[in-house]
């Protein structure tokens, strides 16, 4: 970096003390963001780490009749519907488990209901 000296010494350190207080300053900042990133990426892996999952129940409960199927990631429900040839795969976010999807599955789950209009 180049000074230009103007009147003597005093100019110089003046100078070198305020590009100091700028790098520290900046320096300051940096950690600061870093901080803040690091405490974001913390909260989308783990939204919630203190909160107890609330069972909402089992597929009995709602009426349906469900397999358990076990796989690598845990273990699953399948619930069938004798009326369709579809499939449906519903799948529940971090912040929840499986039960939670079980109002949703209890209208899938079951037959169509017609009505005369």
Known sequence: MIF??????????MKTSI????????ILIAMGHAALILAAAFL???????KVFKDYGAPEDYGLVAETLHTKAG????????????VVLLCHGRSRNRSYLLPLAQGIGQPPQCRDI
Do not use: Q, T
């Not at 207080?21 to 900046?26: G, S």
């Not at 989308?44 to 203190?50: D, E, F, G, I, Y």
């Not at 273990?75 to 579809?86: G, P, Y």
């Open 4 to 13: 230009v000296i103007i009147g003597g010494m005093g100019r110089l350190e």
């Open 19 to 26: 590009k100091r207080w700028f790098v520290k300053a900046l």
């Open 44 to 50: 989308v892996a783990h939204p919630n780490p203190l």
């Open 75 to 86: 273990e699953a429900w399948l619930i069938r519907n004798k009326a369709s040839l579809r």
